[in-house]
Nanobody, 115 residues
């Protein structure tokens, strides 16, 4: 059983920064990648960033130059550093692990960017 716990969300002004964390626990087999998705109210969940088991990273175009995904394998934790935040970054951010056992999602952490 895999559990993911996100933290680090909050309210920030445009141009500000937040660092999200996602800590994984439980039995995890053959991790393919970990990634972040977000969902704004009334909208579909959207891919944000991904880091593979070998360290390759991918980003949605609108966050490419502002967000950085990283990991700490010893802590089973993935991070999302978010800089130069914009109001359109507002939403619930979800962490996901894709492994041989399937997909596991965290419960989400709220990010609100507003002046």
């Amino acid at each position: 059983q895999v559990q993911l716990v996100e933290s680090g969300g909050g309210l920030v002004q445009p141009g500000g920064s937040l660092r999200l964390s996602c800590a994984a626990s439980g039995i995890i087999f053959s991790i393919l990648h970990m990634d972040w998705h977000r969902q704004a109210p009334g909208k579909e969940r959207e891919f944000v960033a991904r880091i593979t088991s070998t360290g390759t990273t991918y980003y949605e175009d609108s966050v490419k130059d502002r967000f950085t995904i990283s990991r700490d394998n010893a802590k089973n934790t993935v991070y999302l550093q978010m800089n130069s935040l914009k109001p359109e970054d507002t939403g619930v951010y979800y962490c996901r692990i894709r492994s041989a056992g399937g997909d596991d999602w965290g419960q989400g952490t709220q990010v609100a960017v507003s002046s």
